[in-house]
């Protein structure tokens, strides 16, 4: 699609086309049972990430007391995080822990070790949960919208795009050359939803693919990425459009589409016919 402008006023329109919908990985925040029985943690072993809460119940007829001070045989903690030494009982059948800091936890009973005891693997969850990213084309402009259920150190998501002829054999997609086109501020932290919306605008016929780069406070980052390509076309059949904005002042854009390439000559004319300006007159590919 090719796009002059003109001083004169002539009717606008737009052409709605394709939406493509995202699929993609969410970050968790749970409660994590484990049961004390009979000399034994059910689950032994267990992965979570950070905010997570770690409850402990008394199922069995023997009474435990779950330690993880990082000094008792067979406890370590990750540098930072709180100590625990709690009895689990008929009186005292639950507790429950949050874990604030990532690393792995070594805990075990007091009571029974080292035979009883369980270990917790903590990972920094996601920054972000998307609820949706999609793709727009108006045109040879793609609209990206993308929404989160909630936000963590946001600082800012990067908008990220490569044309598919720039990829090359089989390299690692973080690998590709991907390059910025706009920055979007995001809103640090946040409980509630928010809604992003970026407009790449004036591409040429081809074939992207858009990835999100999500960053924080302290600069970690995650990419987010569209898993379809987004087509701008060639045009079947040449077309001339009616100008937007309208009315203007003082500039209007008059879109033209050629389905091959060609020399093109566009010359304007006031309402008596005479010739005021060529505009273009030059050899446009499709």
């Known amino acids: 699609m090719k796009s002059l402008n003109s001083n004169y006023r002539i009717r606008d329109y737009i052409i709605l086309t394709v939406g493509i919908l995202l699929s993609f990985s969410n970050a968790h925040s749970t409660v994590i049972n484990i049961t004390a029985q009979d ?29 993880c001070d990082g000094i008792f045989s067979g406890t370590s903690l990750p540098s930072g995080a709180d100590t625990w030494d709690a009895a689990l009982n008929s009186g005292n059948p639950a507790f429950q822990y949050v874990l604030r800091i990532a690393g792995t936890y070594n805990y075990a009973c007091r009571f029974h070790a080292p035979g009883m005891s369980g270990t917790i693997v903590a990972e920094t969850p996601l920054p972000v ?32 795009r490569i044309n598919v002829n720039d990829i090359k054999g089989n390299d690692n997609i973080n690998d590709y050359p991907f390059f910025t086109i706009g920055v979007l501020r995001g809103y640090g932290n946040s409980d509630q939803g928010h809604h992003y919306s970026f407009t790449d605008r004036n591409l040429k016929s081809g074939k992207y693919l858009y990835r999100l780069k999500q960053v924080d406070f302290n600069s970690n980052f ?15 059949k040449f077309s001339i459009s009616q100008n937007y904005p309208n009315p203007f002042n003082p500039t209007t854009k008059i879109n033209y589409e050629l389905p091959n390439d060609g020399f093109v000559k566009v010359t304007l004319f006031d309402n008596s016919g005479k010739e005021i300006s060529t505009l273009i007159n030059a050899y446009q590919t499709s």
């Open 129 to 160: 949960e998307l609820t949706e990213f999609v793709a727009t084309t108006i045109k040879n402009e793609v609209i990206l919208d993308w929404s989160t259920i909630f936000e963590y150190n946001n600082d800012k998501f990067e908008i990220q």
């Open 39 to 67: 000399f034994l943690f059910t689950p032994t072993n267990v992965n979570a990430f950070t905010g997570d809460t770690i409850k402990w119940t008394w199922i069995g007829s023997r009474d435990h007391t779950t330690t």
């Open 222 to 236: 995650i990419y987010l990425l569209l898993n379809e390509y987004v087509v701008i076309g060639v045009p079947s």
